[in-house]
């Protein structure tokens, strides 16, 4: 059973900085993708990031203040968030879609609380 845990969340002031952490761990043979969404209370979850072994894709909003990067012998993805806003405050989740004897999965991190405010 493969499962994801997240850590890195918090509170912090505008313009300050956090970074996320999600370690996967099980029988994973080829990660396909590793992502992290968030939800903001009343808004749809919506893709903050993703990262292949050949590609990043970040969201519009976050485009030259996040990045997204792989530690692929640890199975571990990080999300570095600078220059936060009040608006990134959000549960963030991380998101692993891998290939395993034959099959695709998609398993999903419990998530954690990122608020921005002063």
């Known amino acids: 059973q493969v499962q994801l845990v997240e850590s890195g969340g918090g509170l912090v002031q505008p313009g300050g900085s956090l970074r996320l952490s999600c370690a996967a761990s099980g029988s994973i043979f080829s990660i396909i993708t590793m992502a992290w969404y968030r939800q903001a209370p009343g808004k749809q979850r919506e893709l903050v990031a993703r990262?292949?072994?050949?590609?990043?894709n970040y969201a519009d909003s976050v485009k030259g203040r996040f990045t997204i990067s792989r530690d692929s012998a640890k199975n571990t993805v990080y999300l570095q968030m600078n220059s936060l806003r009040p608006e990134d405050t959000a549960v963030y989740s991380c998101n692993l879609y891998y290939w395993y004897q034959g099959s695709t999965y998609n398993v999903w991190g419990q998530g954690t609380q990122v608020t921005v405010s002063s």
């Open positions: 990262i292949s072994s050949s590609s990043t």
